[in-house]
Nanobody, 117 residues
Framework: VQLVESGGGLVQPGGSLRLSCLASGFTFSSYIMRWYRQVSGKERELVASITSTGGITDYADSVKGRFTISKDNAKKTVTLQMNSLKPEDTAVYYC???????????WGKGTQVTVSS
């Protein structure tokens, strides 16, 4: 199983970034996918989730209306479009899925997003 995030970087407040997570080694189309973020010294926070077919999405209140999660089962990719970025969005962003039958959470290595002028 592998999850590889990309697309992070430095952006000014009000700017946009698009994060991608390329999955391999499991049946991607069968799983809910999630994006989390973590600031050093704080707990990891769920940002957005999307159902296996991509039909239903959910967002943390702090990002609603600014972030959009999407899923391409053919390309085995989940993306997070982030608009109107704020300094408080600065964090390492992680791609995730949970394999219930084995009770295992899988994580990518993360991609750093820094929002600063």
């Amino acid at each position: 199983v592998q999850l590889v995030e990309s697309g992070g970087g430095l952006v000014q407040p009000g700017g946009s970034l698009r994060l991608s997570c390329l999955a391999s080694g499991f049946t991607f189309s069968s799983y809910i996918m999630r994006w989390y973020r973590q600031v050093s010294g704080k707990e990891r926070e769920l940002v957005a989730s999307i159902t296996s077919t991509g039909g239903i999405t959910d967002y943390a209140d702090s990002v609603k209306g600014r972030f959009t999660i999407s899923k391409d089962n053919a390309k085995k990719t989940v993306t997070l479009q982030m608009n109107s970025l704020k300094p408080e969005d600065t964090a390492v962003y992680y791609c995730n899925f949970y394999r219930r039958i084995a009770a295992i959470n899988y994580w990518g290595k993360g991609t750093q997003v820094t929002v600063s002028s």
